[in-house]
């Protein structure tokens, strides 16, 4: 559906923050659901974060509530991960995800859910 691309992943202490980004090529941006998933060593993938298209509603995963904050700018076809207060769990491969809304404009946490994926960007937080 969209090529997604990741990048602002990276190395840093527990407590620390980082700002992961996504960049979407396409010219119907603000009709694509967008999320974040993440994936540790051994481990399936879980939800992290996700927008809606417009109305800027969102939804995390309960271990991540507080800390992230996801957003978008249509403007931009960029959707942002804000992450603070990162602890050694936090470590994993974050990917962005995307689906083409046809109908109502809502935000949903399933991998299924979402069609577009990047190639993901890799978050180390030491102890």
């Known amino acids: 559906q969209v090529q997604l691309v990741e990048s602002g992943g990276g190395l840093v202490q527990a407590g620390g923050s980082l700002r992961l980004s996504c960049a979407a090529s396409?010219?119907?941006?603000?009709?694509?659901?967008m999320g974040w998933f993440r994936q540790a060593p051994g481990k399936e993938r879980e939800f992290v974060a996700a927008?809606?298209?417009?109305?800027?509603?969102?939804d995390y995963a309960d271990s991540v509530k507080g800390r992230f904050t996801i957003s978008r700018d249509n403007a931009k076809n960029t959707v942002y991960l804000q992450m603070n207060s990162l602890k050694p769990e936090d470590t994993a491969v974050y990917y962005c995800?995307?689906?083409?809304?046809?109908?109502?404009?809502?935000?949903?946490?399933?991998?299924?859910?979402?069609?577009?994926w990047g190639q993901g960007t890799q978050v180390t937080v030491s102890a």
């Open positions: 396409t010219r119907t941006f603000s009709s694509y659901r």
């Open positions: 995800a995307g689906q083409y809304v046809f109908g109502a404009d809502v935000v949903l946490q399933r991998a299924r859910d979402f069609a577009s």
């Open positions: 927008i809606s298209c417009r109305s800027g509603s969102t």
